[in-house]
């Protein structure tokens, strides 16, 4: 069985900065795109954040690029997200998502817990 475990969210002040985690494990054949997406308050739609292909692509949100970053180490088979400069706006549950393949034909798609970031102002 595969598990996304997330950790990093919080709560923090306009201006500040956080870093999210993501680590998979259980029965991993291969991990092809990783991603961040976020649920705003009162929404339940899931929009991209960013996202990071197993070759280092990266993609982001046009409203975040310059303020986040993603990136992801293929040994530990995690992915981060650094949050600068955070915005009351910012303020959601964030989860993670990967595509990762439990045998040679079989890909799927794989959600972390979700992770609550909390910006005041």
Do not use: H
Request: glycine letters at 12%; proline letters at 2%; charged letters at 15%.
């Amino acid at each position: 069985q595969v598990q996304l475990v997330e950790s990093g969210g919080g709560l923090v002040q306009a201006g500040g900065s956080l870093r999210l985690s993501c680590r998979a494990s259980g029965s991993i054949f291969s991990i092809r795109n990783m991603g961040w997406y976020r649920v705003l308050p009162g929404k339940q739609q899931r929009e991209l954040v960013a996202a990071v292909t197993s070759g280092g692509s990266t993609n982001y949100a046009d409203s975040l690029q310059g303020r986040f970053t993603v990136s992801r180490d293929n040994a530990k088979n995690t992915t981060y997200l650094q949050m600068n400069n955070l915005k009351p706006e910012d303020t959601a549950v964030y989860y993670c998502n990967a595509e990762i393949s439990t045998g040679p034909i079989r890909v799927r798609n794989y959600w972390g817990q979700g992770t609550q970031v909390t910006v005041s102002s």
